[in-house]
Each structure stands twice: as structure tokens, then as C-alpha cells.
């Protein structure tokens, strides 16, 4: 398994941006697909951004498409999260997840190793 560290939550207001980071560790990094998760208050955990072993495919369900980014940088381990025209809705904890395998991964089963989750908080 890999370990990861998500980092670049905070405070921001609607209509604006956050990059968030997460960092693997292990050599074996561009070996997973990567994932972006949230979990809002009282809400069930959701996959909002998903990207393959290269970074040649993404996955972004509508509710994020055209607003956020998934990518990564393999030889840095890290994958990134750029979100844009946040809103509150998309206030939550996110999580980064690795799914061992090349290709993207949209199913939550798939992923078996988590980060612990950094606060994003959208204020209207």
C-alpha cells in the first residue's frame, strides 16, 4: 500500500479557488490510479475526480465537471486538485485515495489506501 497526506484545505469564499495536494509515499506511486473523494455533513462519501496511472484519462462526475482538475505529477508522487468557482455545496472533507492499477478507477471499492482528509469550507 501507499501513504498519503492531502494538504492545501481551507477557508475560502464562493467564486473562489483551491488547489489541494496530496503526497505518496513509496516508490511504487505511478503504479495506482488516483482518486479525489468528499464527504459532506450528513452525506455519504463521493468520488469527484479520478485519474489514471499516466494521467492520459480523468474522471469528473457533473456535479465538479468543468470546475475542478485532477493531476498529477509522478516523478514529485503527488497528485493534485485544482477547484475553481467553488461553491458552499462543495464545502466538505476531501480525500485523495490510490487504487492499485493503471486505468481510472470510478468505483469506491477500488481504492485501498486513504488519506487522512483536509477541511474545505465554502462561505457564501
Known amino acids: 500500500q501507499v501513504q498519503l497526506v492531502e494538504s492545501g484545505g481551507g477557508l475560502v469564499q464562493a467564486g473562489g479557488s483551491l488547489r489541494l495536494s496530496c503526497a505518496a509515499s513509496?516508490?511504487?506511486?505511478?503504479?495506482?490510479?488516483m482518486g479525489w473523494f468528499r464527504q459532506g455533513p450528513g452525506r455519504e462519501r463521493e468520488l469527484i475526480a479520478a485519474?489514471?496511472?499516466?494521467?492520459?484519462?480523468?474522471y469528473y462526475p457533473d456535479s465538479v465537471k468543468g470546475r475542478f482538475t485532477i493531476s498529477r505529477d509522478n516523478a514529485k508522487n503527488t497528485v493534485y486538485l485544482q477547484m475553481n468557482s467553488l461553491k458552499p455545496e462543495d464545502t466538505a472533507v476531501y480525500f485523495c485515495?490510490?487504487?492499485?492499477?493503471?486505468?481510472?478507477?470510478?468505483?469506491?471499492?477500488?481504492?485501498?489506501?486513504w488519506g487522512q482528509g483536509t477541511q474545505v469550507t465554502v462561505s457564501s
Open positions: 485515495a490510490a487504487a492499485k492499477g493503471q486505468s481510472v478507477a470510478t468505483l469506491t471499492s477500488s481504492y485501498n489506501s
Open positions: 513509496g516508490r511504487t506511486f505511478s503504479s495506482y490510479a
Open positions: 485519474i489514471s496511472w499516466l494521467g492520459g484519462v480523468t
